[in-house]
């Protein structure tokens, strides 16, 4: 038996093997300037913006339902905070009123996308309309209002505070990146270790099934889109101290690639099955991809292609592993426990 | 066999109408023989013209998961007969009509013999192409489309011939007036009645050529006016020689028009009889006896207080005026067919619907439930009826099904869930209630259903509760399994916990139960005691509705 045990494992060890293979590749066609402390700065820089939005995609993603308002909730929430911030702080505050402003700034643009997430849950909780279509609507929704208060225009010139956050390092470790993994850790405690995240699976494989062993449904469904937007707020935060700005529309492309970086971090499409670290690595392996094309002097629109088709790849791999090694991988343990008796 | 198929519909049905045509309405008995010569000579023009089978199936099993659904069934069907597929639910009768319309591959070393060919297992186009037709329970149409679409249907398959509305509307024509039945072609199949719709469904197998038309439980919800019209419909398509099989729960609707009739219990065919010397009684008997040797009655242990009290509980529309008394220590039998609105008391006990009157108490405390967890916190325990859509989560490890009552309690400082106190408690009763499991991390789906049965107990057990409603517990499990579950129940009611067992088992009720209510028609209509009644006088109250 133990001497089986690796066999099921390999599969897991798909996407760090990946994320070498990126490495050593482009390790090996740019020795000099790939395996730099300046390539691994600007990866921890970009990184965290997609990171965030995938993480509020992940949690309804896992429950089998969608949050297409992603983009639109962090951006109605971080024109919030730079609304505030920009009109409310006077010039001459001291640096106690500005952290006052700040901290009051961020928890009102989380009140907001709270507020956002617990109408969609409640859309799908007490109305049962799916959530893809409640956060249709909520994008759309969203994205006219944030418009045509701004007139479209983007609101700038952010605290240095605010500007630190964005493009800063403590001990060395770019703070977007710092913000993320705390992010992540968060969301993985909750999915791993909390009763809420385990009922957020159970929902996710069956909700009626879950809701027959007394699983509050209806609470949980609000609790997953009032975390996801919570975590938007979070992104807006950082989009907004990285580009010093907030505008409606920012990251709008980034809506669909929160879905393959998730995908491709394992989870399963029909919702039940998914592991926050798969999600970290897939999208530590989409972003070697892109920087390290880009230093290669690809154009971006080619790395946004080879984007395409490793997720391809790494559904066509599933495919076979699930086909035929695993299959073969279970009959060899079968095999091995047989054997000594 | 492909210009077969397509030359056969109009062919099939027109010369039957001839046939018809020729002949005055008076004469009924000479209409019916030139009405089957007529089809014959048509029909089977290329094959042998004497009666022989038409189906051969020897050897089939078939398994899910580690559960067998069917165990070495022999089975032949005759040309032009009516067969009766008949047992309880979750015997394999329905598993059976699916091996043979293609839906499901049986195991390895079964033999089907169709249209002069041996096969391992058919798919369903091979099925379709010998003429083999299915009406099953749901019918299958296209609400939105009209009659004639519907039974024409076939028409539009497997070709890339111009879409031609006036051949659709002739086959319709053809086999609508080759039935008898008076029904409109352009009239949306969403309007009709049940029974109407299910004549567009016998019309659609008509003319798609059908040799052999498997019905699912066609009288399951038919009024009984409409289940004499759809007998004389069938006894159209004998005259025509073609081979029905009614895949029945109940015997005695369909058995004025059947010939033959197979008995089957728990996967394993009890044999097949002529109809002629067939009744409710003998068949009650054959399924009976069987079940008899499977198990003894288990012994009753000595009920205490009373822990459910249940006064004139009335749900529109559902169940009306329900008054029972369950006891602490007690198993009771709740006995009623299917849609006598057994569930949907147990669904108001549970708190998932509410009672428009009535009063519930729990150890003598009326209690009002507005959802499923305040009956939980009351003491109150549903598995359900549906293990696979309601009972489990499928797809998640037999771990997480285990505690998911119970989440709460597995938390330790800051709310987080304790690995090691989960897995005490998963170990635990893994082990009391002996689940059979390679790794608890698996799906639960990969277990055999007995063993799902137990982990789903185990659920409830980890409650704590007072009352424990068992809906159809051994539906779907194995005949060797099901003695385990049953001393489960019995171990259940040695803790001191009231139970209910909802089942249309007249047996398993018989012998695991100290009581037994008879529900039909949405209320009680007697009550019983094992010890005062037989298992065969019980079962002939109950089944005869």
Not at chain 1, 280 to 296: E, K, R
Request: aromatic share 6%; with cysteine.
């Amino acid at each position: 038996m133990r001497k089986t045990a690796f066999l099921t494992i390999i599969p897991a060890l798909g996407l760090p093997a990946l994320a070498l293979a990126g490495l050593a590749t482009f390790g090996a066609l740019m020795p000099e300037s790939f395996p730099s402390k300046r390539t691994f700065e600007s990866m921890a820089f970009q990184m965290p913006e997609l990171g965030l939005l995938t993480l509020a995609m992940f949690l309804p993603f896992v429950s089998a339902g969608f949050n297409l308002s992603i983009i639109a909730t962090a951006n109605v929430s971080s024109l919030f905070m730079a609304w505030l911030w920009t009109s409310r702080i006077p010039a001459d505050a001291g640096a106690a009123t500005q952290a006052v402003w700040l901290f009051l700034g961020f928890v009102g643009a989380c009140a907001v996308a709270a507020a956002i997430g617990a109408g969609i849950g409640a859309m799908a909780a007490y109305v049962g309309v799916h959530p893809t279509l409640t956060t249709l609507g909520v994008m759309t929704l969203l994205k006219g209002i944030g418009i045509s208060l701004t007139r479209g225009a983007p609101i700038t010139g952010m605290p240095p505070a605010v500007q630190f956050l964005g493009n800063g390092t403590f001990l060395g470790v770019p703070m977007p990146l710092a913000v993320f993994a705390a992010a992540a850790l968060a969301t993985a405690l909750v999915l791993g270790k909390t009763s809420f995240g385990k009922y957020i699976y159970m929902i996710g494989s069956n909700i009626n099934a879950a809701y027959y062993s007394g699983v509050a449904t209806h609470q949980v469904l609000i609790g997953i889109y009032v975390f996801s937007s919570l975590m938007c707020a979070l992104a807006g935060l950082v989009m907004t101290a990285r580009f010093n700005s907030a505008r409606m529309g920012y990251g709008e492309s980034y809506l669909l690639l929160t879905v393959l970086a998730i995908i491709m971090g394992g989870a399963d499409p029909n919702g039940g099955f998914g592991k926050v670290w798969g999600v970290v690595l897939a999208l530590f392996v989409l972003q070697i991809i892109s920087t390290g094309l880009t230093l290669y002097g690809v154009s971006q629109h080619i790395s946004l292609a080879m984007w395409g088709l490793v997720l391809i790849l790494v559904l066509a791999v599933k495919y076979c592993n699930r086909r035929w090694y695993a299959p073969w991988a279970l009959r060899r343990q079968a095999e091995a426990v047989k054997a000594p008796a | 066999m492909r210009t077969d198929r397509i030359a056969m519909p109009s062919g099939g049905v027109g010369g039957v109408r001839a046939a018809e045509a020729g002949s005055a309405e008076p004469a009924r008995a000479r209409n019916r023989t030139a009405e089957r010569a007529g089809a014959r000579t048509l029909r089977d023009g290329a094959s042998a013209p004497t009666r022989g089978p038409i189906v051969v199936l020897r050897n089939i099993s078939k398994r899910f998961g580690g559960n067998y659904a069917l165990k070495g069934v022999d089975l032949e069907l005759e040309k032009g007969e009516v067969h009766c597929l008949c047992g309880a639910n979750g015997c394999g009768k329905s598993t059976l009509a699916k091996i043979i319309s293609g839906t499901y591959r049986p195991d390895r070393g079964a033999v089907i013999v169709i249209g002069g060919r041996e096969h391992p297992y058919l798919t369903p186009r091979e099925s379709r192409d010998c003429g083999v037709q299915v009406i099953y329970q749901d019918l299958a149409l296209f609400p939105n489309l009209s009659v004639y679409e519907n039974i024409a249907f076939e028409c539009n398959l497997g070709s890339l011939r111009p879409y031609r509305e006036s051949r659709l509307r002739a086959l319709a024509r053809e086999a609508l007036d080759a039935m008898k039945f008076d029904l409109d072609p352009d009239e949306p199949v969403e309007n009709l009645t049940i029974a109407r719709r299910q004549q567009v469904a016998i019309c659609r197998a008509l003319a798609a050529d059908a040799k052999l038309v498997i019905m699912d439980e066609p009288t399951a919800s038919l009024p009984r006016v409409e289940v004499n019209n759809l007998l004389a419909a069938v006894r159209y398509l004998k005259l025509r020689g073609i081979t029905v099989v009614f895949v029945n729960h109940r015997l005695d609707e369909v058995l004025e028009v059947s010939d033959r009739v197979t008995v089957m219990v728990d996967g394993v065919k009890i044999g097949t009889f002529p109809a002629s010397g067939m009744d409710k009684e003998r068949l009650t008997g054959l399924i009976a006896g069987r079940r008899i040797d499977a198990g003894k009655r288990t012994k009753a242990a000595a009920a205490g207080e009373t822990a459910l009290e249940v006064r004139g509980l009335t749900r529109a529309g559902q169940f009306h005026d329900v008054s029972f008394a369950l006891r602490e220590g007690e198993v009771l039998g709740i006995c009623g067919l299917l849609g006598s609105g057994r569930t949907e008391l147990a669904l108001s006990l549970f708190g998932m619907t509410r009672p428009d009157s009535g009063e519930m108490r729990i150890r003598g405390r009326a209690v009002r439930f507005r959802n499923q967890r305040d009956a939980i916190k009351a003491g109150v325990g549903y598995l359900s009826e549906d293990r696979l859509a309601l009972g489990l989560i499928q797809p998640q490890s037999v771990k997480d099904n285990m505690v998911l009552t119970v989440m709460d309690r597995l938390k330790t400082f800051a709310g987080l869930i304790s690995p090691a106190k989960r897995d005490r408690t998963v170990a635990e009763w893994v082990e009391r209630l002996d689940i059979k499991a390679a790794n608890v991390d698996d799906a639960v789906s990969v277990l055999s259903g007995g063993n799902q049965q137990k982990v789903a107990l185990a659920k409830w057990i980890l409650t704590d509760p007072k009352i424990l409603i068992l809906d159809s517990p051994t539906a779907g499990v194995d005949v060797g399994a099901k003695d385990g579950v049953h001393r489960l129940i019995r171990r259940l009611a040695e803790r001191k916990i009231a139970v209910a067992v909802i089942s249309d088992e007249v047996s398993e009720v018989y012998r695991n139960c100290d009581r037994i209510l008879h529900f039909r028609r949405g209320t009680i209509a007697g009550e019983y005691s094992p010890d005062r009644v037989s298992e065969r006088e019980l079962a002939g109250m109950i089944e005869n509705g």
